[in-house]
């Protein structure tokens, strides 16, 4: 049995997804009638690595919950045709490959799982993690430290035993929350 865990955040630290998701979402507000003219560096300072549910009421205040779930469902859909601007982390796939025998390792991101499954599958590196932790997993999204708690469980380590990977402040700050060892990283893939 592998004593050892290391959890990766997807979007930023796997994967650079940032114009995958702004692309999808800057769909799914049109197909609903916002033509936003979203602009990609806002999206990226104030948008990315957030939760929708968090950052949709700001782009659109007095947004009904039932709309925003709705486009967040159509970006779902949608957010496959945009998975040719995505790019791979090298260098961590390559860490994974070297400690893969000796550790538990596991996603734990925000972004839904029908996402997390397209991208991994696009890629041909589904079959590198052990566990997956997705948004529809959780209750409180990162800075709460709940989808690491949740691995750390399912993994049945404690925090001293795993080490996470992390890209963005709220990201960080939920590894901290958690008890385990933290590395950032930094996005130039």
């Given at each position: 049995?592998?004593?050892?865990?290391?959890?990766?955040?997807?979007?930023?630290?796997?994967?650079?997804?940032?114009?995958?998701?702004?692309?999808?979402?800057?769909?799914?507000?049109?197909?609903?009638?916002?033509?936003?003219?979203l602009?990609?560096?806002?999206?990226?300072?104030?948008c990315?690595?957030?939760?929708?549910?968090?950052?949709?009421?700001?782009?659109?205040?007095?947004?009904?919950l039932?709309?925003?779930?709705?486009?967040?469902?159509?970006?779902?859909?949608?957010?496959?045709?945009?998975?040719?601007?995505?790019?791979?982390?090298?260098?961590?796939?390559?860490?994974?490959e070297?400690?893969?025998?000796?550790?538990?390792?596991?996603?734990?991101?925000?972004?839904?799982?029908?996402?997390?499954?397209?991208?991994?599958?696009?890629?041909?590196?589904?079959?590198?993690f052990?566990?997956?932790?997705?948004?529809?997993?959780?209750?409180?999204?990162?800075?709460?430290?709940?989808?690491?708690?949740?691995?750390?469980?399912?993994?049945?380590?404690?925090?001293?035993?795993?080490?996470?990977?992390?890209?963005?402040?709220?990201?960080?700050?939920?590894?901290?929350?958690?008890?385990?060892?933290?590395?950032?990283?930094?996005?130039?893939?």
């Open positions: 049995m592998k004593n050892k865990l290391a959890i990766f955040d997807l979007d930023g630290t796997l994967f650079d997804t940032t114009e995958v998701n702004y692309r999808a979402y800057d769909k799914a507000l049109h197909e609903y009638g916002y033509n936003l003219g602009d990609y560096r806002y999206y990226c300072d104030f990315h690595g957030n939760s929708y549910k968090a950052f949709l009421p700001q782009l659109i205040p007095g947004i009904t039932k709309e925003r779930e709705a486009i967040h469902e159509y970006k779902q859909i949608i957010y496959p045709e945009f998975l040719c601007f995505a790019s791979k982390n090298q260098q961590l796939f390559s860490l994974i070297c400690i893969r025998t000796t550790y538990v390792i596991a996603i734990a991101t925000t972004a839904s799982r029908k996402n997390v499954h397209e991208i991994l599958q696009t890629y041909q590196v589904t079959d590198l052990d566990i997956i932790v997705a948004q529809e997993d959780v209750e409180k999204y990162k800075p709460d430290p709940e989808c690491f708690l949740l691995v750390m469980k399912m993994a049945q380590l404690r925090p001293e035993q795993a080490l996470i990977f992390e890209d963005s402040d709220q990201g960080i700050a939920a590894a901290k929350a958690s008890g385990a060892a933290c590395v950032r990283v930094f996005n130039n893939f």
